[in-house]
Nanobody, 114 residues
């Protein structure tokens, strides 16, 4: 069973930065796609960013030019978040697909104070 563990969330001031990590129980290159989603209180979970096994990235318009997704050569994907805004406050989830099976992490809270 594949496990994904997010870390790096916390409280940050408006305009600050955070780097989230998604550590997998297997090589990150075993996944066809790794993605980040977020869910704010009272809202539906929404797409934030994704990266294919080949390294192609895609971002939601709301985070483009502020967030950057990357991965290391082992088992971790990252989401670098700069110029954070209060509307970025949410629980951030890592999602990864291995074949047709998708996996989710437990989430990490990001709170941006105004």
């Amino acid at each position: 069973q594949v496990q994904l563990v997010e870390s790096g969330g916390g409280l940050v001031q408006f305009g600050g930065s955070l780097r989230l990590s998604c550590t997998a129980s297997t090589s990150i290159f075993n996944f066809k796609v790794v993605a980040w989603y977020r869910q704010a209180p009272g809202k539906e979970r929404e797409f934030v960013a994704s990266m294919t096994a080949g390294g192609t990235t895609n971002y939601a318009d709301s985070v483009k030019d502020r967030f950057t997704m990357s991965k290391n050569i082992a088992n971790t994907a990252y989401l670098q978040m700069n110029s954070l805004k209060p509307e970025d406050t949410a629980v951030y989830y890592c999602n990864a697909f291995q074949g047709v099976v998708g996996y989710w992490g437990q989430g990490t809270q990001v709170t941006v104070a105004s």
